[in-house]
């Protein structure tokens, strides 16, 4: 019997995640200079990193020869977040920290229910232990909590939201998020995926974590590589109960989070120009590429992310003029939506090269 057809069959049957494509490799497949491309595929920061994460990590670096210790990030996540450190838990990017709570609640026999056109990462993580899948059909192209809700079978053990969400960027209102853990049983955890929490106006921003206090089955992730621009150093952490957090420690890889990334997460965390400028540099992008969609009557789902999500028949055509023109964007069929590209807010000369490809693209 050939190797792969021992491997267990739901392994199998699952299809790789695809990240957006990188900048080296599309300058190896075209001959195209580097510094000639733009890179507006996977919603990173365009302003980098932090510079006070840049600086802690030229420091970390020569404490390299010892394993981590995460007290220092667990500690500043505790003050900010007004919980205990053992209700925190980190993960090599938050993907990691998904991934561990599906470990721990899944397994063949048990479901996990998620919204049609949300984070690629939710079936994956579900499949990879043998759980089945249950997509909710979009209302929106966002979540229909009502309908997922009405998902929920005897078997169900698990339910994933991002909010805001991705690819589409939409964002559910936290009084309908509230009445949904309200009604969602006990015995089912909830992940509430923030990656992109930073990116809300301040205004309309609440902080769920005071949730905690009242839902023990409630997970919130949230992550480093977007706002905080640590992406490459690859750190995000849970906050949830004490109980659910012993759970995913126990199936967590020892030293799981490296030396460079914890250093740079603390630094980042109290780097607030950074933040502030990313944040002002988004909203600002945002109006650009909007206005500029407008003009080339492109329509777009409003988002509330840094990025956008846009409709252009023959999407895939479109992409690979864009590529050859050193333009790289996001295709998101694989999402079951063929028609649509989704491009992260870069600065204002990058959203211009990219709007200025997309023209002539068309």
């Not at 949830?240 to 957090?245: G, L, M």
């Not at 997460?265 to 400028?277: I, K, N, Q, S």
């Not at 080339?296 to 789902?301: N, P, S, V």
Request: include cysteine; aromatic fraction near 8%.
């Amino acid at each position: 019997m050939p190797l792969d057809e021992q491997s267990l069959p739901y392994i199998r049957s699952i299809s790789p995640y695809q990240p957006g494509k990188p900048i080296t490799q599309l300058a190896r497949d075209l001959g195209l200079p580097v510094d000639r491309i733009v890179k507006l595929a996977s919603n990173e920061n365009p302003l980098g990193m932090s510079p006070k994460a840049q600086a802690a990590v030229g420091v970390a670096i020569a404490g390299l020869s010892r394993y981590p210790d995460d007290f220092a990030l667990k500690q500043a996540l505790a003050e900010r977040s007004g919980l205990g450190m053992e209700r925190i838990v980190l993960g090599n990017g938050s993907n990691d920290v998904l991934d561990l709570v599906a470990r721990v609640f899944l397994a063949p026999g048990r479901s996990a229910i998620f919204a049609q056109y949300a984070f690629a990462v939710y079936p994956l993580a579900t499949i990879s232990t043998g759980g089945e899948p249950i997509a909710v059909a979009a209302s929106d192209y966002g979540h229909d909590l009502e309908a997922m809700l009405a998902a929920i079978r005897p078997n169900t053990r698990l339910i994933w939201i991002a909010n805001p969400n991705n690819p589409t960027g939409t964002f559910l209102p936290y009084a309908q998020l509230k009445t949904f853990l309200q009604a969602v049983p006990s015995n089912i955890v909830v992940v509430l995926d923030e990656a992109y929490n930073e990116y809300l106006p301040p205004a309309e921003r609440v902080d769920t974590t005071a949730w905690l206090a009242r839902h023990g089955n409630l997970v919130i992730t949230r992550t480093f590589s977007k706002i905080y621009g640590l992406a490459g150093l690859r750190i995000g952490y849970a906050l949830c109960s004490a109980e659910i957090a012993d759970l995913m420690n126990r199936v967590r890889q020892p030293f799981n989070c490296n030396n460079l990334a914890l250093a740079a997460a603390v630094a980042a965390l109290d780097d607030h120009e950074f933040v502030a400028r990313s944040y002002a540099l988004n909203r600002a992008g945002m109006e650009q590429i909007i206005a500029g969609l407008k003009r080339l009557a492109c329509r777009h789902i409003p988002s509330h992310g840094n990025f956008l999500t846009f409709y252009v028949p023959e999407a895939a055509a479109v992409n690979q003029k864009l590529l050859s023109n050193g333009v790289i964007v996001r295709p998101i069929a694989a999402y079951g939506m063929p028609d649509w590209l989704r491009v992260t807010i870069g600065t204002e000369s990058e959203n211009s090269r990219f709007l200025e490809a997309l023209e002539v693209s068309l």
